[in-house]
């Protein structure tokens, strides 16, 4: 009987840290995020010059939030960033203009 309570006692211990764990948010998510743009916009948003995409680091986080919605609605012609930017909820949107506005 004895053992039956600790190890209750041990499941739900773990069963709240994991719930805890669950709760807090992920203090790298903008910048994993962001990860996905380098391949056309360069590391953190430094494009390499003379290959034709733009550099997206320090740019105004409202500025470059309102291109993303426009992508995303189709008011802003683009090759793929229309369908890239449909791929992402409007808080990981947020999340990525301020991450790149941040970057120097």
Aim: aromatic share 4%; proline share 4%; glycine share 10%.
């Amino acid at each position: 009987m004895k053992l039956l309570r600790w190890t209750t006692a041990a499941c739900l211990l773990g069963a709240a840290g994991l719930a805890h764990a669950a709760g807090q948010p992920d203090p790298n998510l903008a910048r994993n995020l962001a990860a996905t743009c380098a391949n056309c916009h360069g590391t953190n948003g430094h494009a390499v010059p003379g290959s034709g995409s733009e550099a997206l680091a320090g740019t105004d986080k409202d500025k470059l939030l309102q291109k993303l919605r426009d992508f995303r609605s189709g008011a802003k012609p683009a090759t793929i960033m229309h369908q890239i930017s449909k791929g992402y909820t409007e808080a990981q949107l947020e999340l990525v203009a301020a991450y790149f506005a941040a970057q120097k």
